[in-house]
């Protein structure tokens, strides 16, 4: 009886090594009661490299047998590691930027004071590279952009001053093509702008444009990438005009979500609206336990989390 245990433990090490060097998590158990409990616990997982490289970074198994769980650790993934790149951008402010989806990539495009000049970060080199073209939107700041989901393009519309031409920036061809959309939102600067995911869309709210006086817009616009239309959305409510606010996407939804922005030079506003491109509705959130200080031009970016069982 201990050579047939023995026989099969091996062999339940072995699969579990091979499945492992495979690139997947099996909890193996050889008891056939539990056959249907094994087949329920099965998580295939090809593409993380900390699995493809046989290591478990960031990640604690939780429990034993078929109840095991994978427990992702963010305690260690809490803080700030500065990059030290061999060259770098020139310094700038309020340049428009976006990361390159499906990439490890993020590009940026112009800034203070009149740059036009493009340049590409990549994160596992740890390298800039300047990919400024002659054919490039015209030097500008208070622009924006946003990554296309599922393509390695980014939108950039708008910018000082009253700038009102959409451009796409290609990043596997390093290149910038302007488009010609039959009807644009008003030339507007402080616009800001995301990605809809599950969609080639772009979304892009508010702004400030001077035409005979100062407009503060609270319009709502969509650009479809692959027929190169602005259509502006109808939402029964929606954040009050301003400029200067901060908008970031959830992946794997269609929702964006604003914070703050300015109605004025000198009036900074709060508020936490969500916007779902499915229902083309904004909602206020009111946040409980309060929310940060009314500010502008601030930055967030959207936050993938996952429970692995």
């Known amino acids: 009886m201990r050579k047939f245990d023995g026989k099969y433990r091996l062999c339940s090490v072995l699969l579990i ?29 090809s593409s993380d490299k900390d ?30 590691l500065q990059q030290t790149p061999g060259s770098s951008p020139p310094a700038r402010g309020y340049h428009g930027g976006c990361s390159i989806d499906g990439d490890d990539k993020g590009v940026i495009f112009g800034g203070a004071w009149n740059r036009y000049d493009t340049w590409e970060f990549d994160l596992s080199d740890n390298t800039w590279t300047d990919k400024t073209q002659t054919t490039r939107p015209s030097a500008r700041y208070y622009t924006a952009m946003a990554s296309v989901d599922g393509d390695d393009k980014g939108v950039l519309f708008g910018g000082y001053y009253n700038m009102d031409d959409t451009w796409v920036y290609d990043s596997s061809l390093g290149t910038w093509s302007e488009t010609s959309p039959a009807t644009s939102p008003n030339g507007r600067y402080g616009n800001a ?5 599950g969609t080639d869309k772009i979304m892009l709210f508010g702004g400030v444009g001077y035409s005979a006086g100062w407009t503060y817009y609270n319009d709502t616009y969509i650009y479809d990438v692959s027929d190169t239309m602005w259509y502006q959305m ?5 954040p009050t005009g301003r400029f200067g606010s901060t908008m970031a ?3 794997g939804t269609k929702k964006v979500l604003l914070f703050g922005g300015m109605t004025s030079y000198t009036n900074f506003v709060g508020g936490t609206w969500l916007y779902d491109y499915s229902t ?30």
């Open 17 to 45: 090594i091979l499945l492992v060097l495979a690139g997947s998590i099996v909890i193996f158990n050889i008891n056939p009661e539990l056959n249907s409990a094994i087949a329920a616990s099965t998580w295939l997982q």
């Open 280 to 309: 083309d509705a904004w909602t206020n959130q009111n946040p409980t336990g309060g929310s940060p200080s009314a500010r502008g031009y601030a930055a967030m970016d959207f936050l993938q989390w996952c429970h692995l069982i």
């Open 234 to 238: 109808s939402p029964a409510n929606h």
């Open 249 to 251: 996407a959830f992946d």
């Open 51 to 80: 699995f493809s490289n046989g290591t478990l970074n960031n990640l604690t198994i939780v429990g034993t047998g078929v109840a095991a769980k994978l427990q992702i650790d963010i305690s260690d993934l809490k803080h700030w």
């Open 193 to 197: 702008m995301a990605t809809i995911y």
